[in-house]
């Protein structure tokens, strides 16, 4: 089933834009449309008189909830030297809530305060030193000597062993010395870099495509994004549906609005594709009119309706 959807008459194009411009500045109106020495009516201005050329154009809209953050999961460890664990900038989000990703300044995974752990030197135990054998008195202790000693009347030499506590390891016969890896710290310091708490943040973005390329669409998207009620388009939930009614939806078509169509069906598939990305709404397609007009003074302007017969909304660049 396709349904013909009416566009709107020129005049009444015209009439809402003049109503329009008047509520805007009436001065400017008088200016472009007065007459010397005659009282100023809106009633005298008609389409007929100043529309030059119309063209019968298209619009396309949707509109897509997009979701920001959170970032990108998984952790990463390291592990430093006690004096290390300073040199690095660390975060805290304890307490602090949810972050808005669009005020945040800063890589998206951040080593976190909270994160920071002791983790006992696998090299020494966590003792912080290493023991060994004393070198100096081979881990006995004693640093052994021989004395020749002259022994009686005849002073015969005899050696007689004699020994004293080793200095170098108090005679303990073991040394320690600081463990290379801790650096007699005892402990090694992990910490975490972990995804800032990012808050999902979801917003609706419209998307327009019009075949008027005017430069109003973000005007008009941002428009129908906020009132899509008030302006009545035929609604398809799906290109393919949209790619094989337009014409007869519309009741024209032309080289412009099919290149519309396309770059359209071609963002519709991106956003299908993109899985921080979800389509909001169904597919509408819109009549829109754009009229080349000229004031009484000479000044061009252009008007264009987006909507069908029954509503519509107007815009120029008067
Ligand atoms: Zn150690
Ligand atoms: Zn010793």
């Given at each position: 089933?396709?349904?013909?959807?009416?566009?709107?008459n020129?005049?009444?194009?015209?009439?809402?834009?003049?109503?329009?411009?008047?509520?805007?500045?009436r001065k400017?109106?008088?200016k472009?449309?007065g007459?010397?020495?005659?009282?100023f009516?809106?009633?005298?201005i008609?389409?007929?008189?100043?529309?030059?050329?119309?063209?019968?154009?298209?619009?396309?809209?949707?509109?897509?909830?997009?979701?920001?953050?959170?970032?990108?999961?998984?952790?990463?460890?390291?592990?430093?030297?006690?004096?290390?664990?300073?040199?690095?900038?660390?975060?805290?989000?304890?307490?602090?809530?949810?972050i808005?990703?669009?005020?945040?300044?800063?890589?998206?995974?951040?080593?976190?305060?909270?994160?920071?752990?002791?983790?006992?030197?696998?090299?020494?135990?966590?003792?912080?030193?290493?023991?060994?054998?004393?070198?100096?008195c081979?881990g006995?202790?004693?640093?052994?000597?021989?004395f020749?000693?002259?022994?009686?009347?005849?002073?015969?030499?005899?050696?007689?062993?004699?020994?004293?506590?080793?200095?170098?390891c108090?005679?303990?016969?073991?040394?320690?010395?600081?463990?290379?890896?801790?650096g007699?710290?005892k402990?090694?310091?992990?910490?975490?870099?972990?995804?800032?708490?990012?808050?999902?943040?979801?917003?609706?973005?419209?998307?327009?495509?019009?075949?008027?390329?005017?430069?109003?669409?973000?005007?008009?998207?941002?428009?129908l994004?906020?009132?899509?009620?008030?302006?009545?388009?035929?609604?398809?939930s799906e290109?393919?549906?949209?790619e094989?009614?337009?014409?007869?939806?519309?009741?024209?078509?032309?080289?412009?609005?099919?290149?519309?169509?396309?770059?359209?069906?071609?963002d519709?598939?991106?956003?299908?594709?993109?899985?921080?990305?979800?389509?909001?709404?169904?597919?509408?397609?819109?009549?829109?009119?754009?009229?080349?007009?000229?004031?009484?003074?000479?000044?061009?302007?252009?008007?264009?309706?987006l909507?069908?017969?029954?509503?519509?909304?107007?815009?120029?660049?008067f």
């Amino acid at each position: 089933m396709s349904v013909r959807i009416k566009t709107p008459n020129l005049d009444d194009i015209f009439e809402k834009w003049k109503q329009k411009a008047a509520r805007t500045d009436r001065k400017k109106m008088e200016k472009q449309f007065g007459t010397k020495g005659a009282v100023f009516s809106l009633d005298a201005i008609s389409a007929a008189e100043y529309v030059k050329d119309t063209m019968k154009e298209a619009a396309i809209y949707f509109a897509v909830k997009k979701s920001l953050g959170p970032a990108p999961k998984g952790k990463e460890e390291n592990l430093v030297t006690a004096p290390r664990v300073g040199r690095e900038q660390y975060y805290s989000f304890k307490g602090a809530g949810q972050i808005n990703k669009e005020n945040w300044k800063g890589d998206e995974k951040v080593p976190t305060f909270e994160s920071i752990q002791a983790v006992p030197c696998k090299n020494c135990r966590g003792k912080g030193y290493l023991e060994d054998k004393c070198k100096t008195c081979k881990g006995t202790g004693k640093i052994e000597e021989t004395f020749t000693v002259l022994v009686g009347e005849e002073q015969n030499k005899e050696k007689k062993p004699f020994s004293y506590p080793c200095a170098a390891c108090y005679g303990t016969g073991n040394r320690t010395e600081p463990c290379k890896e801790c650096g007699g710290h005892k402990n090694m310091y992990k910490y975490e870099i972990l995804p800032v708490p990012f808050k999902t943040v979801v917003t609706g973005v419209p998307i327009l495509h019009s075949s008027a390329q005017t430069r109003y669409e973000k005007e008009i998207g941002d428009d129908l994004h906020k009132m899509i009620e008030d302006v009545e388009g035929i609604r398809f939930s799906e290109f393919k549906e949209l790619e094989s009614k337009a014409e007869a939806s519309l009741g024209y078509m032309n080289k412009n609005i099919s290149k519309t169509i396309g770059a359209a069906r071609n963002d519709y598939k991106k956003h299908e594709k993109d899985k921080d990305a979800q389509i909001q709404s169904q597919i509408y397609l819109f009549p829109m009119i754009q009229m080349m007009a000229t004031t009484k003074r000479g000044t061009k302007f252009e008007i264009y309706s987006l909507g069908s017969g029954n509503k519509f909304m107007v815009y120029s660049n008067f």
